[in-house]
């Protein structure tokens, strides 16, 4: 079994990827959680439906749920030991939350069926991003929001230094963690010129692709037109 994150790219999370993921990256990812409360949540409306597309161990599907008690949400992971995962940390939660699996790039759900999409840390690792984002915009009712974060390509060394300072782990990794960061996490990621030539085809209002502020992440934000 290739082992994290040495494998050339994770297409499906194992538990040994979730775990160094959940333990060690996602307390450095979780301060841009910000774009969520300005990009995301302010266009939905009281008792929305959503899809958290790549929902992983849910910590960002739990930080909207907090926010908003009155959303609807459905996480979405290509991978069963993700799901589980997230079932378990949000059975509290009760039925407005619920897990499935499901995959990015052929999602299993109707046309225009769900109020809001979101993403966060995902579209590196599908099978054609360009298709993902297609479906996605294809299950979003018009207006819905649209929010996409991943690692950036592009990212400045200041911004992934102070990111990787966030990680769980012993300060002496350091140069170890940055190295990994630049290389298997942003180097397989996308660009913010990528993340525009994605953005493009879409049929968004109020469009926005930008850098994260401070962050080696980067965000396509805006809502369906029609
Ligand atoms: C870096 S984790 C991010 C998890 C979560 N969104 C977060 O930010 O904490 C990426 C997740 O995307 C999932 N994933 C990868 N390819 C996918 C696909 N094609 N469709 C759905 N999920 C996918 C992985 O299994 C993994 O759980």
Same mark, same amino acid.
């Given at each position: ?6 494998? @050339? ?12 993921y959940e333990a060690i990256v996602a307390p450095a990812?979780?301060? #841009? %959680? ?8 302010? +266009? ?14 849910? #910590? ?7 926010? /908003? ?14 799901? $589980? ?10 039925? %407005?939350? %619920?897990?499935?699996?499901? !995959?990015?790039?052929?999602? !299993? +759900?109707?046309?225009?069926? +769900?109020?809001?999409?979101? @993403? ?6 599908? @099978?054609? %991003?360009?298709?993902? *984002? ?6 979003? $009712? ?7 974060? !991943?690692? !950036?390509? #592009? ?6 230094? /102070? ?8 300060? *002496?990794?350091?140069? &170890? ?7 298997? &996490?942003?180097?397989?990621? &996308? #660009? ?6 994605l953005a493009d085809p879409l049929d968004l209002v109020d469009e926005e692709v930008s850098r994260i502020?401070?962050?080696? *992440? ?5 809502? $369906?037109?029609?």
């Amino acid at each position: 079994m290739p082992m994290a994150p040495f494998d @050339s790219i994770t297409a499906v999370y194992t538990p040994a990827h979730a775990w160094m993921y959940e333990a060690i990256v996602a307390p450095a990812v979780y301060p #841009s %959680r910000h774009v969520i409360d300005e990009h995301f949540l302010p +266009f939905l409306a009281e008792n929305a439906h959503i899809l958290d597309v790549g929902s992983g161990g849910a #910590s960002f599907t739990k930080y909207i749920a907090d926010r /908003r008690p009155d959303l609807d949400i459905i996480g979405l992971d290509l991978a069963v030991p993700q799901v $589980k995962r997230a079932t378990r940390r949000m059975r509290h939660y009760g039925e %407005r939350v %619920r897990f499935r699996v499901g !995959d990015a790039t052929r999602l !299993d +759900f109707a046309d225009g069926v +769900f109020d809001g999409v979101i @993403s966060y840390g995902s579209i590196k690792h599908w @099978s054609s %991003r360009e298709t993902g *984002l297609t479906e996605c915009m294809r299950v979003l $009712k018009p207006a819905g929001p649209l929010l996409i974060t !991943d690692a !950036d390509r #592009s990212t400045s060394f200041d911004d992934a230094e /102070r990111f990787i300072e966030n990680y769980r782990t012993p300060r *002496l990794l350091g140069g &170890i963690n940055l190295a990994i960061f630049h290389t298997w &996490i942003a180097g397989r990621s &996308i #660009s913010l010129e990528e993340a525009r030539d994605l953005a493009d085809p879409l049929d968004l209002v109020d469009e926005e692709v930008s850098r994260i502020p401070g962050m080696p *992440l980067v965000m396509i934000s805006g809502r $369906k037109a029609g």
